[in-house]
C-alpha cells in the first residue's frame, strides 16, 4: 500500500494521465472562391461549423487522435466567402485508463487540449486569407460524443 504525503498509509490512486507525445496539423484547406470581390465588400458573414473527432490505434498503445473542424462563410444572398478545414492531430498514450474510460479519454479529453491549437490555426488561416480571424467558441466534446454515440449530427 501507498502511502499519502501525510504518512497515514492511505492508498493513493493511480493518477490517470493522456500524454501527448507529437500534434501537427495534418491537412489544412483554405478556400476564397470570389476574391478579390469578396475582400472589396466586407460584410457580415454567415458562419456554419462542422467539427468531427476521430481516434484509432497508431501502435505500442499510442493513438492518434484528429480533429477535424470545417467552417464555412455566406454572404448574405448565400455566396461563399470561404472555406477553412483543419485536420488537427496527436499522438498520445494513455496512463492509468481502463478500457471503460478510453473512449472518453481519446475521443473527449484529448480533443478538448487540441482544440486551442486548433482554433488558433484556424484563426491566423481566415485571417490571412482576407477576413477577419474566426475564433471559434468552446465546443463541448462530451455533448458531441454523445450525439455522434446516439446516431445524430455530429455538427457543433
Known amino acids: 500500500m501507498a ?3 501525510n504518512g497515514a498509509g492511505a492508498a493513493v490512486k493511480p493518477r490517470r494521465a493522456i500524454t501527448i507525445l507529437a500534434q501537427y ?3 489544412l484547406s483554405f478556400e476564397n472562391p470570389r476574391a478579390p470581390m469578396s475582400l472589396l465588400q466586407p460584410q457580415q458573414p454567415q458562419l456554419s461549423l462542422n467539427v468531427e ?3 484509432a490505434p ?3 498503445g499510442r493513438y492518434e487522435v484528429v480533429l477535424t473542424i470545417q467552417a464555412a462563410a455566406q454572404n448574405s444572398a448565400g455566396e461563399g466567402l470561404f472555406v477553412v478545414e483543419l485536420s488537427y492531430a496527436a499522438a498520445v498514450t494513455l496512463s492509468d485508463v481502463g478500457p471503460e474510460e478510453t473512449q472518453q479519454a481519446l475521443l473527449v479529453e484529448t480533443p478538448r ?3 486551442p491549437f486548433a482554433r488558433a490555426v484556424i ?3 481566415t485571417r490571412d486569407g482576407g477576413f477577419p480571424p474566426v475564433f471559434l467558441q468552446p465546443i463541448d466534446f462530451f455533448d458531441l460524443l454523445r450525439r455522434q454515440q446516439s446516431g445524430g449530427t455530429a455538427t457543433a
Request: charged share 40%; net charge negative; hydrophobic share 50%.
Open 113 to 115: 487540449l487540441l482544440f
Open 25 to 27: 496539423i495534418k491537412d
Open 123 to 125: 484563426a491566423d488561416a
Open 53 to 55: 473527432v476521430k481516434a
Open 3 to 5: 502511502e499519502d504525503n
Open 58 to 60: 497508431a501502435s505500442d
